[in-house]
Antibody
Framework: EVQLVQSGAEVKKPGESLKISCKASGYSFINNWIGWVRQMPGKGLEWMGIIFPADSDTRYSPSFQGQVTISADKSISTAYLQWSSLQASDTAMYYC??????????WGQGTLVTVSA | QSALTQPASVSGSPGQSITISCTGTSTDVGLYNLVSWYQQHPDKAPRLMIYDVNKRPSGVSNRFSGSKSGNTASLTVSGLQAEDEADYYCCSYTATSTSLYVFGTGTKVTLL
């Protein structure tokens, strides 16, 4: 059974760093792109970026380029999303999703990130 | 890369059919048959309902169907049921975004 299990909710202060994770199981991790999606409170889905774990080829949406870093550790089948300096506007739910046949067929349960002074 | 355009809300009575549009451009929806649709209930992760414009994943009801004409894709839900009340998002592969994909603005489906 394919599963994506994300790390737990985080509460951070502005300026702090953060790395959240998405652990995959039930399929060959290196063979599918993994995407990250942001959903701000009460808002729609936004595509942030995508990584191919086999060679760490990473693509970012222009809105998120330079704002976050996407990475993957194929030895433990885990993808990551990280910030070096959080802002209040980063408060959102973040989802990882497996991409297969150009659609997101499996999703993580989401990680809620709250940034507040 | 701008988001694909969807109506903010669509409503229908139980048993009726509704159609949600998703308008893009000649560099995304119009160029590729790679449109997918997602259903999201409150406080839940999205769920894939349609991929490759009109294909249904295993386990998705055949009341859900997809189509495309030019730069506009559509999701039709027939025989509307209470459980269909949710937010729906389209997504397309795109030639103009470095991240390969773009979502629609989202549509809230409400039962009357």
């Amino acid at each position: 059974e394919v599963q994506l299990v994300q790390s737990g909710a985080e509460v951070k202060k502005p300026g702090e760093s953060l790395k959240i994770s998405c652990k995959a199981s039930g399929y060959s991790f290196i063979n599918n792109w993994i995407g990250w999606v942001r959903q701000m409170p009460g808002k729609g889905l936004e595509w942030m970026g995508i990584i191919f774990p086999a060679d760490s080829d990473t693509r970012y949406s222009p809105s998120f380029q330079g704002q976050v870093t996407i990475s993957a550790d194929k030895s433990i089948s885990t993808a990551y999303l990280q910030w070096s300096s959080l802002q209040a506007s980063d408060t959102a739910m973040y989802y990882c999703a497996r991409v297969d046949r150009d659609s997101c067929d499996y999703w993580g349960q989401g990680t809620l990130v709250t940034v507040s002074a | 890369q701008s988001a694909l355009t969807q109506p903010a809300s669509v409503s229908g009575s139980p048993g009726q059919s509704i159609t949600i549009s998703c308008t893009g451009t000649s560099t995304d929806v119009g160029l590729y048959n790679l449109v997918s649709w997602y259903q999201q209930h409150p406080d839940k992760a999205p769920r894939l309902m349609i991929y490759d414009v009109n294909k249904r994943p295993s386990g998705v009801s055949n009341r859900f169907s997809g189509s495309k004409s030019g730069n506009t894709a559509s999701l039709t839900v027939s025989g509307l049921q209470a459980e269909d009340e949710a937010d729906y998002y389209c997504c397309s592969y795109t030639a103009t975004s470095t991240s390969l994909y773009v979502f629609g603005t989202g549509t809230k489906v409400t039962l009357l």
